[in-house]
């Protein structure tokens, strides 16, 4: 591919990329939408639940809180298999911010934020045909890295990630 050009999947179609890597899962897709609306959509901690693919957001704590390098904000989860289906709150630090292009932040949750550590990353390059859009999955520094990468999770982390980057599509596209 040449500077500009974007990958041959766009959000019309079925496919999607996905791509493993050591402790990271990343989801990209084309979105035939401006970068700076796709950024205003995701970097809104109130809209969350709005795109969540994965099903465990509730909503969050905030009604609606443009977020920036070092916000905190927080999140009701619904409860999955692994939690014993018991609902969870979420503290939330965006760590990684660049307008319109990149936002992360890194999750923790329980007594003192103990427990936790993953990183939800965007990354936006506009090109030709829309933005290309990934999300990814980073369990580098999770505390809980070693079982989060076994079993199911890496799948189900996809799965939602794939969801959410078409639900983004929807909310955005023409």
Known sequence: MTAGELSPYSSDEAAS?????????????????PSAQIFALIADAGKHSSIDGSGTVDHSSEKS??????????????????????????????IEFEPDRRI?????????????????????????????????????????????KMGAMPKQAEDGMRATLKRIAALLEP
Do not use: C
């Open 65 to 94: 809180q443009p977020l920036e390098l070092g916000s905190k904000f927080g999140m009701s989860m619904r409860g999955r298999p692994e939690t014993l289906f018991l609902p969870y709150r979420t503290t939330n630090t965006v």
């Open 104 to 148: 992360a932040w890194q999750t923790r949750m329980g007594p003192l934020g103990l427990i936790g550590g993953r990183i939800w990353r965007y990354e936006l390059t506009p090109g030709d045909g829309g933005t290309l859009v990934r999300e990814t999955w980073d369990v580098s520094q999770d505390r809980q890295r070693p079982m989060l």
């Open 17 to 33: 990329v996905t791509h493993v890597q050591g402790n990271t899962v990343s989801v990209e897709l084309i979105i035939n939408a």
